[in-house]
């Protein structure tokens, strides 16, 4: 299959820690991958330096063959890899509806469909619809819709979740980076936040890479597993044969080797 | 489709309504009265540009800066070059003092909360400081405004007032209703989210440092105009209108308001002025405790300014 997202030999240290060395892994279109480790290990600091947020020290990404990796967030959001954050980055005061809005105005703003003398009822790119429809869309879809008019400061824990997520969503990423999507999430739902997650992903036909702890939603889930430790890859395989690596049974899933 | 997010909104019918009857009642008004409200226009319309700010969380303690630039710029022109038309005093002003955001723009949006506010406040001090300095503009003392033309016309002594006061109502209706639908599409709504998460606005593509270089240059630009007028309607400039207070005075104006519709500035400064002559009527010494105790008892009892008490019973 095509790859989609190529990193090579990333490095990145913080003072004495190193928290990505020769990290490289080569991200195929459409595909799920699970991103595994301890905490401190290098899996968010791999989300960072792909969206953005770190420049890393040496190394390179490639996005369909372009370098991105000097790129400020913003730019590489509008390419199209977006993501979501471990604590949910909401914007607190709104309602969950104007959460919606808010993001399908950048996008129609990034499309040039939102100028001061704009039509209202522009039709968002990618969905044909205008953006009121669309928000409506896609809070169905997240199962937020009975939270519309809420505001988003005072979600229960698993909705501020999905909303992070359908915020990283809008603009119909084709790479989507979760970090920790289901983390302070209660085990019942933890699947059923993957489950619509994914469902939705699949309707619009991205690649996915997801940071996770729960090792039964990485296997349930994932095709592929890269399992991060001190700052390296230590194995890069399907979830049964990653979770089986000596050194990942060692140093990730527990010492039961 | 509508429901929920847009309340009916009657801000363009009260807008208009506001200016028909202004124009109508106008000549009945007594001169004193006119003069209170042109001046209220004036500093409606530096608030109207501070409430841009303020939603996106930002506080420009030196809004004073560009109110005094505009004002300078219409005593420039008149002093220099003979010209008084009113319209050309403001658009002038306005542009001056907009290009002069665009410029210090590319500085203070990369900051934010106290740090933009104390360097806003900084730089208006640095135009206060070289005004002192300059005798050529009159020093301290500053200098006269020639009277107001319009159009070439120079309106008799007992309409002077009159034209002056419809055509800030005319500019102050035009710069209302553009920043109301300023504030109603992407760019404008990106305000309150710049307020909450800027990391979030970047994550979705926006650049937060951009969508508030923006409205520095939208509210420089009104501070100017609002300048310019205050200029002409005063007939007096001098250095004071960039000194920190004034500032103040719009801070204050725009607490007083509150920042949750387009023509709260400019009842918020109609008030503040009354209140102002008011209070230095009955004692000219202690007229500030007066309009202290005035935004104490607003604060506790209105905290989001005085228009929350209409939108209260009105669209909610």
């Known amino acids: 299959m095509a790859i989609i997202l190529d990193a090579r030999s990333l490095c990145k240290a913080f003072g004495a820690v190193t928290a990505a060395s020769e990290v490289s892994a080569a991200i195929e279109k459409d595909s799920i991958v699970g991103l595994i480790g301890t905490n401190g290990a290098g899996k968010t600091t791999f989300i960072n330096i792909v969206t953005g947020y770190l420049k890393p020290d ?3 990404i490639a996005y369909e063959g ?34 919606m809005l808010i993001g399908i105005g950048i996008v129609l703003r990034n499309a040039g469909l939102a100028g001061y003398f704009s039509r209202r009822d522009a039709l968002v790119p990618g969905y044909g619809e205008p953006a009121e429809a669309v928000a409506e869309r ?76 729960d090792m039964e939603v990485v296997s349930r889930f994932a095709q592929r597993v890269l399992a991060f430790y001190d700052g390296r890859i230590i194995a890069d395989a399907p979830p049964q044969a990653a979770l089986a690596h000596p050194e990942v049974r060692r140093y990730v899933v527990g010492t039961r080797a | 489709m509508k429901q929920g997010r847009i309340r009916r909104d009657h801000t363009v019918a009260i807008a208009f309504a506001v200016f028909v009857l202004l124009a109508a009642l106008g000549p009945w008004l007594p001169q004193w009265a006119m003069f209170i409200m042109t001046v209220a226009v004036a500093r409606g319309l530096v608030v109207l540009g501070l409430l841009l700010l303020l939603r996106a969380g930002l506080v420009s303690f030196g809004q004073a800066l560009f109110y005094c630039l505009g004002a300078y710029s219409a005593g420039a022109l008149g002093r220099f070059f003979g010209i008084s038309d009113i319209f050309v005093e403001m658009l002038v002003g306005g542009a001056v003092a907009a290009a002069t955001a665009f410029v210090l723009g590319f500085l203070l949006a990369r900051y934010r909360g106290i740090f933009f506010g ?34 070439g ?54 650049s937060a440092r951009r969508a508030v270089h923006v409205k520095y240059v939208i509210a420089g630009g009104l501070a ?8 002409t309607v005063v007939g007096h400039i001098d250095p004071e209108m960039a000194y920190w207070t004034t500032s103040g005075e719009f801070i204050f104006i725009a607490i007083l308001a509150g920042t949750g519709n387009v023509i709260a500035p400019f009842v918020g400064a109609l008030i503040y002025g009354a209140i102002h002559t008011m209070a230095y009527d009955l004692s000219p010494n202690t007229w500030q405790m007066t309009l202290g105790v005035a935004l104490l008892l607003l604060i506790v009892f209105l905290p989001s300014g005085l228009w929350s008490a209409f939108s209260r019973f009105r669209w909610r």
């Not at chain 1, 939705?200 to 036909?205: C, D, I, Q, S, W």
């Not at chain 2, 109502?169 to 990106?190: C, D, E, I, M, S």
């Open chain 1, 58 to 60: 040496r190394g390179s």
């Open chain 1, 66 to 99: 372009r370098d991105i990796t000097r790129l400020p967030p913003r730019d590489i959001t509008r390419l199209g890899i977006c993501r979501s954050f471990q604590i949910p980055q909401l914007y607190g005061s709104l309602s969950v509806f104007d959460n």
């Open chain 2, 224 to 231: 100017g105009v609002g300048g310019a007028l205050a200029a």
């Open chain 2, 153 to 206: 016309v120079r309106p008799g002594p007992d309409w002077v007032r009159y034209a002056v006061l419809v055509s800030a109502a005319a500019v102050a209706l035009v710069a209302a209703l553009a920043v109301h639908r300023y504030l109603n599409t992407p760019l404008g709504r990106l305000a309150p989210a710049i307020k909450d998460n800027e990391i979030r606005v970047e994550y979705m593509g926006a």
């Open chain 2, 118 to 151: 104390l360097l806003s406040l900084a730089l208006s001090m640095i135009l206060y400081g070289l005004l002192v300095k300059s005798e050529a503009l009159g020093s301290t003392d500053g200098f006269n405004i020639l009277p107001s033309t319009l159009f």
């Open chain 1, 138 to 213: 896609i809070l169905g879809r997240f199962g937020l819709l009975e939270y519309r008019d809420r505001n988003a400061q005072v979600l229960p824990g698993g909705a501020r979740k999905l909303l992070d997520i359908a915020l990283a969503m809008v603009a119909r990423p084709r790479i989507l980076l979760l970090d920790e999507p289901t983390s302070g999430v209660s085990a019942q739902e933890k699947f059923g936040i993957m489950q619509m997650v994914l469902e939705a992903v699949r309707a619009e036909g991205a690649t996915v890479l997801f940071v996770e702890h």
